[in-house]
């Protein structure tokens, strides 16, 4: 072949496939809740660059934090229709249709946020994931973490009592609704975004949330008591809109729920290292951090569980699958 006809050749190939990428490149748009800071955004992005990478171009991810698509039932609502591709959602939204995933919420069911890596890539959570899809109208790729739960309040938290007839701002589903009405604790639902402006007008007097959440949105401003209880794991999940997977060839699913895995795995050892840095940067601003632990909520935590293993017998599959756990 002469040297012009080869150069011919290797250009008309290098257009075709670039075409062919061209005409069948998908962006994914991905949405959160959390802001662009949140470990959970960052993880986000970064699946989206690996991807990028390992589909050739083929796929890009447009992440948009911050609640730019609105609440994430309304997000639940865009990826059933197939109007959004992908969301990294707290699993509550999941937990107020299909109840078996409130059984995550258990109180104490993990120590820390590596217990609850192992726990969300057990059988039982991992099980749970197949129901996505006929109950909800999407797919579940897998969970990560975010902080344990605790509680910051404008008031002293020296014993349980203290929370009794308090207005405590919690995400509205019926594992944390449970929770708080067996501290007798008025609860007002309310997105997070919201809560730093009415902490200081004190439309509430405390909000169940985590360290990341104090200080990112500081609201270690507006109240200055933190029960370190670590009461409760709070998982993300990775989700696909069921009709978009529908589209989706089995090969293009394979690295999508890889990699969707893999970043929203890695979160586990990033709030490990995180976590004792976020306490210090609390402590610096001044604010006393108390930890306590199940003792501190007496019977409560019986009543809880009483409730609970009536509604779902996953829970005690997962307590069973906790009690195996590494200390
Ligand atoms: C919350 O509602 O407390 C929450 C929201 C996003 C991430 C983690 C927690």
Partial sequence: MKKTTKWICALFSATALLASVGASAKDLRLGLIVPGTHAWTQAAQAMGEELKERS????????????????????LQQLQTGALDMAFMTTAEIANRVPDFGALFAPYLVKDVVQAGELLNGPSAQGMLTQLPAKAGVVGLGY???GMRLMLNAFPTESVEAVEG????????????????????????????????????GQVDGVDADLELIWKLRLHERAKSV???NHMMFPVIGLMSGR????????????IRELTRKH?????????????QTQASIEEAGITLVRV?????????????????KKTPVLADLRKEAAALAP
């Fill in 56 to 75: 050739g171009g083929k796929y890009s991810v447009s992440v948009f934090p911050a609640g730019q698509l609105g609440s994430e039932a309304r997000m």
């Fill in 144 to 146: 990560g973490v975010a």
């Fill in 166 to 201: 308090r207005k405590i701002r919690i995400t509205p589903f019926p594992p944390v609704q449970d929770f708080y009405r067996l501290l007798g604790a008025a609860s007002t639902p309310m997105p997070i975004t919201d809560v730093y402006d009415a902490l200081a007008n």
């Fill in 227 to 229: 029960l370190q209880s």
């Fill in 244 to 255: 978009i997977w529908a589209q989706t060839s089995e090969q293009d699913r394979a690295l």
């Fill in 264 to 276: 929203l795995n890695s979160l586990t050892a990033q709030y490990e290292q995180s976590e004792a």
């Fill in 293 to 309: 632990g199940p003792e501190f909520f007496g019977d409560k935590l019986q009543q809880w569980e009483d409730i609970w293993m």
